[in-house]
């Protein structure tokens, strides 16, 4: 029942956004103290999230021309850190391509101490636009937008595996075949474990106790031996230095900001629950600021390993994000050897199933393209193709979203109609305007009078009609003016108040008067 469900939402969203201070009062208990099911699955969930970020966080510290070691201190930081201040429980933030794309070239020309100033100044302007409200962008996001948003997730996804299944000796395909079939069926006899972690932990000892060669994750780059030092950047402090990373830094926090907000709503879609976009935007900024005073390469919310946590694995509270970000960590330092056999075919199992969990197969059904109108499938095709294209899931969405406006705006200015009444005696007729007047639909409205042929007196009937902006204003004036230039005296009727106050502002003040 709705009134149900309005009591349990807030004991949701106050479990899952606790500080640790909270945490240590014990004031409001979060659900992994009181329940240990949910402790199991928070800490399987981040367990089997820091064995995925492993060979991903090394694989970015390669595009941004950094150390492995750089790309695994950033996971660890952003981890850790939106754990605590973020606004969307159980999301994971880490070292991530669209961040390690950005900052790669002033990394390449200018040194690591000018890519470690730039992650900071990121931070800061996250900070900003997340004060300022840069999240109620979000609700311009069409659904059309959103669902190509996934599908060109779950693409990139599959394709980043991809080159792990190339080039590579024959052992590793039945490996990846029969890691995809554990974590099909090992649910099937128990979802007390996670299967993407039995799959792991049996394909690594099989690999090792039979000899196997096949790449591994101690292949991608050496693990770090011990944890990051906290300090400043080593670039003079001078404005030269900010003209040069400012650039950098405003791309890496859209780009950053973007992603996180987009994968911030997925997840609020498939656990149902709320979270803060604000305080999800200023604490991206702020996990930017810890993680570039800890020599880290910045990094975002990171989509794919959010789907293993919250979608594969189950996880729903900061616990699982915090536990992915520590364990990160003690699997390279302590247990590094161990981690280091895992074989990639494992991972890459992890990944493809990930991929075909997040794709959303319904969107693309015949019997829904049959019912979908042209131009919502169009936009999503349109999301897809320029993700899959630029590899960057921020531009998709901006492209998407724009088209989608595109074709909005061109099926409401069709809705804008003009039909023309005459009274008996011939001496007024009455325009009665229906539908929504803004730049799209008004440039077409001039030519709707017949300015020649009309009697004397004529009434422009608005009370159908909403003005929206100042073209439609400047398209009213037109219309006056070209009566008048007759003799004919022109009377607006009918406008609503929002309208009535755009027109009594901005009429006459377009084109100098008429």
Known sequence: MPGARARQVPSVLSSSALSPAAWLRGSRRPSWLSDPKVLRTEVLAGLVVALALIPEAISFSIIAGVEPAIGLFASFTMAVTIA???GRPAMISAATGAVALVIAPLNREHGFGYLVAAVILAGVFQIVLGALGVARLMRFVPRSVMVGFVN?????IFMAQVPEMTDVPWPVYPLIVAGLALMVFFPKITTVIPAPLVSIVILTVLTVAAGIAVPTVGDKGDLPSALPVPGLPDVPFTVDTLTTVAPYALAMALVGLMESLMTAKLVDEITDTHSSKTRESVGQGVANIVTGFFGGMGGCAMIGQTMINVRVSGARTRLSTFLAGSFLMVLCIVFGPVVSDIPMAALVAVMV???????DWHSIAPKTLKRMPAGEISVMVITVACVVATHNLAIG???????????FAKRVAHLAEV???????????VYRVTGE????????LVGRFDYANDPAKVVVDLSAAHIWDASSVAALDAIET?????????????LNEPSARIHKTLSGELTGGH
Do not use: P
């Open 84 to 86: 605590i201040v973020g």
């Open 482 to 494: 070209k009566y008048a230039q007759r003799g004919k005296a022109v009377e607006i009727i009918g």
């Open 152 to 156: 060109s997730l779950a693409v990139l």
């Open 397 to 407: 969405v901006v492209v998407g979203s724009i088209t989608a406006m595109v074709i």
């Open 353 to 359: 199933m990930v991929s075909v969990a997040t794709f």
């Open 437 to 444: 007047l803004f730049f799209a639909s008004s440039n077409g």
């Open 419 to 429: 039909t023309a009444v005459t009274d008996a005696d011939g001496t007024t007729v």
